[in-house]
C-alpha cells in the first residue's frame, strides 16, 4: 500500500467522495488555466474512459448504494458548459463527438488486448478482465446516455444563452441546462446498463441516487463555471497550445 492509499484509507467514504469532486473540478480549472481550450479537450478523454471504469465500483454513501463514477462523468458536462459559455456551441459539440471516439476506442483496443493469452508469469488477466468485459454493456450505455444528454447540454446552455445573456444569470443557464441533461443521461445509462442485472430494488435505488448525486454535483460546480469565466475574461487563460 502507497503513502497515499494508506493516508486515504483513514477517511469515511462520504470524506473521500467530497476530496474526489474537488479533485475532479480543481483538475479541469487547472488543466484550462495551463493549457487553455485544449485543456478542456484533454479532459473530455479522461472522464469518460475513468467514469466507465468507476462505475463497476459499487460503494455506501450515508449508508446507501451508490455506484462510484457519478462525479468523474458529471465532471465532463462542467468541460462542455465551459466551452459552450466561452467558445460557443461549436466547441462544446466538438467536445462531446471527441468523448464518443475516446470511449468507443478504448473498448476496442482493450477488447482485442484481453484476448491475448496471458503467459505464466502474468498476474493481471483476471483483473483487466473484470474491468474491460463488462465495459461494451457499460460502454453501450454510457455512449447512448453520454450522446443525448450531452448534446442536449449543449443545445439547452445555448439555448437559456440567448434568452439570458448577462453575466448574472451564468448560474441559471449552467443548472437549467445540466440538471435536466443529467436526468436523461441517469435514466438512459442505468437502465441500459443494469436493468436484469440487480436485483429491482437496488435498481431503483441506484436510479434515484445516480441522478440525486450528478444533481448535487451540478450545484456544485457553479462557482467552478464562475471561475473559468473570469480567467477567461481577464486573459488568465493560456494560449500557447492554441496558437501553435
Known sequence: MTTMNLALSHFSNESLWLLLLLANFFAIIISYRLFGKIGLYIWIPISTILANIQVLKMVDLLSIGVTLGNITYASSFLVTDILSENYGKKAARKAVFIGFFSLAATVIIMNIA???????????????????????????????????????????????????????????????????????????????AFWGLLPNSEFVQILITT??????????????????????????????????
Open 211 to 244: 441522478y440525486l448525486l450528478k444533481w448535487i454535483v451540478a450545484a456544485i460546480d457553479t462557482p467552478f463555471l464562475y471561475l473559468a469565466k473570469l480567467m477567461y475574461d481577464r486573459s488568465m487563460i493560456s494560449t500557447e497550445m492554441d496558437e501553435d
Open 114 to 192: 484481453l484476448n491475448f493469452k496471458p503467459n505464466e508469469f502474468d498476474f493481471i488477466q483476471e483483473s483487466l478482465n473484470n474491468i474491460f468485459a463488462i465495459l461494451p454493456r457499460i460502454a453501450l450505455a454510457s455512449l447512448i446516455a453520454y450522446g443525448f444528454s450531452q448534446l442536449h447540454d449543449v443545445w439547452s446552455y445555448n439555448i437559456w444563452k440567448n434568452l439570458f445573456p448577462s453575466d448574472k444569470y451564468l448560474w441559471l443557464r449552467n443548472n437549467a441546462s445540466t440538471m435536466v441533461s443529467q436526468l436523461i443521461d441517469t435514466v438512459l445509462f442505468t437502465f441500459i
